[in-house]
Nanobody, 124 residues
Framework: QVQLIESGGGLVQPGGSLKLSCSAS????????MGWFRQAPGKDREFVAA????????YYADSVKGRFTISRDNAKSTVYLEMKSLKPEDTAVYYC?????????????????WGQGTQVTVSS
C-alpha cells in the first residue's frame, strides 16, 4: 500500500506561481510512474502531467504545456509540479497518483494509488 500526501496548494493571483509536492511512503518510489491530475467543480478528473520511473521524459496536457513542469526526486520519494503563469482556469483540486505500469497513461483509471488532493485557486 502506497500513501501519497500532496502539499503546496493555495490561493494565487493570475500570472503567479506555485510548486506542489507529493511525498510517497509505503512502497518503492523509484519503481513507480507518477502523475498529476486535477478536478474542478462539476468536471471530470483530468490529466495534467506525468513522469515515468526513470524521469527521462515528461508528459503534459496541452493546456499546461510550457507553463507547468513535473519532476521527481527518487532519493526523497517526492514528485513535484511547478506551475507558472497560472490562469483562473487552472483552479482545481490537484491530485498526485502512482502507476505501477511501465507505460505512462493519461487515464485516471490506469493509476493505482491516489493522494487526498490539494486545492489550487487562481483568482484576483
Amino acid at each position: 500500500q502506497v500513501q501519497l500526501i500532496e502539499s503546496g496548494g493555495g490561493l494565487v493571483q493570475p500570472g503567479g506561481s506555485l510548486k506542489l509536492s507529493c511525498s510517497a511512503s509505503g512502497g518503492t518510489f523509484s519503481r513507480y510512474g507518477m502523475g498529476w491530475f486535477r478536478q474542478a467543480p462539476g468536471k471530470d478528473r483530468e490529466f495534467v502531467a506525468a513522469i515515468p520511473r526513470s524521469g527521462s521524459i515528461t508528459y503534459y496536457a496541452d493546456s499546461v504545456k510550457g507553463r507547468f513542469t513535473i519532476s521527481r526526486d527518487n532519493a526523497k520519494s517526492t514528485v513535484y509540479l511547478e506551475m507558472k503563469s497560472l490562469k483562473p482556469e487552472d483552479t482545481a483540486v490537484y491530485y498526485c497518483a502512482v502507476t505501477k505500469s511501465v507505460v505512462i497513461s493519461y487515464r485516471p483509471g490506469a493509476y493505482d494509488y491516489w493522494g487526498q488532493g490539494t486545492q489550487v485557486t487562481v483568482s484576483s
